[in-house]
Each structure stands twice: as structure tokens, then as C-alpha cells.
């Protein structure tokens, strides 16, 4: 199978025939697309370092979640902006808080979506980490029981699926046994198993007001120079009961996707974050790169690597491409 007998090429020369050899395709329905939900009301704030993304307001969510689903985009996942934060996120179990709210406002007007929420307490609390504080560093056993009242209170108001993304250890566990006590056994865990302390997260913690107020989140997020510890993160997850794991973010870490996939027979996600989002719509705003082109390549590569399942802020741009 050598030169000049075989000719890659041969099978390259026209459209059709590289649509019959294709590996990979891109779906509508591997993309999930984040939202962001403010207390406010009638309100649509652009987000300025992530073009074509808001804080939406409950009441602008019906509009909103009919045009998702209409692109045919199963399923969303939300993330809070609340009035009110303190030292322990006490609004993260808000039964009218703005996730709760708007999981009801959802369900209602598209009630084929599939919501699900992002379990965390960094949004909640003021100074901005993703659990309680003690001695400057995030207390993990006693976060583990608001993480748990949280995504009670998520499933209590119509949520499908949680997705915990704190990175406290022993999470996925505590959560699923507060969720089977209440009686909610069906109700899936998308775990941030492999969730890395990144600088890709920047556009987002504009986004959702979450900034830690002091210090950083590498005493809980994981190191981007690892990879064997995804697998034991993951591991762990899958023993403590997730039904999917994730790997975030997506491009910078598409070897640790594939890892995860060859390890596990597990749906895989993979979270194209904000700022692999933001770089691509700020190339595209100079000149620099076809925008479309470079969205497309990107999401196929993270399928491509092993992802089911790509959360990304791109979710309706593609949407429209693949529904030409
Ligand atoms: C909350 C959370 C973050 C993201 C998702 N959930 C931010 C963080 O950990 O600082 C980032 C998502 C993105 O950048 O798009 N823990
Ligand atoms: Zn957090």
C-alpha cells in the first residue's frame, strides 16, 4: 500500500466521494447550548466579550427556549445571576431564584428541551468561590451539603439533568443520594469530571458575574498539565453515579476527551467554553479568519476526539449551518 499504487488523494477528488468516506459527523443533536439567567426583569444584556450571548431575564425565556428548540438544539444548560449572594450562596437554593424560574419558564414553553443546570456555588456566593470558605481555601465535605440542596432545588423545579461543576471531591455521590432519598432516582448526573483550572474561563465569569473575589481556583480545578488524573477523576465520578462525564474546556484538552472515551464506555461531553467562543469571534470580527469555517472545523474536532455531547456557545450558530 505504497506510492504510487495507492493515492490518498483518490479519494478526496469530489464532494461526493468525501461525503461516502467521511469519519465524523457533526449533529444537531450533540450540542447543548448554555444560557445565562438574570433576577432582573425585561431584560436582554449583551455580554461584551461574548458576541451574540446575553443575561436574558425569565421573561424573555419563553421567546428564546421555542427558538432553540425550533433549530432543533435538545437540550440547554443554565447558570444563575442572582439579586442577592453571601458568604454560602444561601440564593443558589432560591425556590424563585432565576435558575429555578427559568427551568419552569422553559419546561413551559418548550417542553421537549432538555434543561439542565449547573450545580455550583460561585455565582451564589460573594466572594465568588465554588463552596464555603474556611481559612482561604474552599471547605470541600461541608460545601457538599449545599451542592446537594441545590440541585434538589433544580430537580424540584422541573430540571431534567444536573451537572455539578464545582470539583469538590466526593459530589457526584452526595448528590446522587440526596436526589434518590427525594425520590428523584431517574434524573441523570452530568458530571464536570475532568473540569481544569483554565484561563479559557475569563469571558464566562464576565458573563455570569463569578470572579473569585481573592486567589484562584487551583486547589480545586484541576492542573492543565494532567491527564492520568482525569482518568481517576472520572472514575471516581462514574463510581459515585454519573451517568456522563465531562472534559472542560474542549479544544486545549481534545487528548484528554480521547483518553476518557478509550477508557470508559460512557457518554463523553466536552464544554467548548467562553473563551475558545470569544478568540474565534473576535478573529472573525478582524478579518482574520472565516468565522463559520472555524466554528465548524472546531466542534467537528471535539466530536472528532471522542465527544457525544458539546456544550457550546455556538450551539445555535451551528444549528443553522447544519440545517441549511
Ligand atoms: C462555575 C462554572 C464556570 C464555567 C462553567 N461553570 C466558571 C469557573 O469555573 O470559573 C466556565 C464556562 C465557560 O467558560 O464557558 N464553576
Ligand atoms: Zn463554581
Known sequence: MN?????????????????????????????????????????KKPIGSMPGHFQLSVDNLAEEAREIASLGIPGVILFGIPETKDEVGTSAFDEDGPVQSAIKAIKDAAPELCVITD????????HGHCGIIKDGDVLNDATLELLSQEALSHVEAGADMVAPSDMMDGRIGAIRSTLDREGFTNIPIMSYAAKYASAYYGPFREAAESTPEFGDRRSYQMDPANSDEAIREARLDIAEGADMIMVKPALPYLDIIRRLKDEFDYPIAAYNVSGEYSMIKAAEEKGWIDGERTMMETLLSIKRAGANTIITYFAKDAAKVLNK
Not at 499504487?5 to 468516506?21: A, D, F, I, K, Q
Not at 450545580?119 to 460573594?126: G, L, Q
Open 119 to 126: 450545580v455550583c456555588m460561585c455565582e451564589y456566593t460573594s
Open 3 to 43: 506510492f504510487p499504487n495507492y493515492r490518498p488523494r483518490r479519494l478526496r477528488g469530489s464532494e461526493t466521494l468525501r461525503r461516502m468516506v467521511t469519519e465524523t459527523t457533526l449533529s444537531v443533536d450533540n450540542l447543548i447550548l448554555p444560557l445565562f439567567v438574570t433576577y432582573e426583569k425585561n431584560t
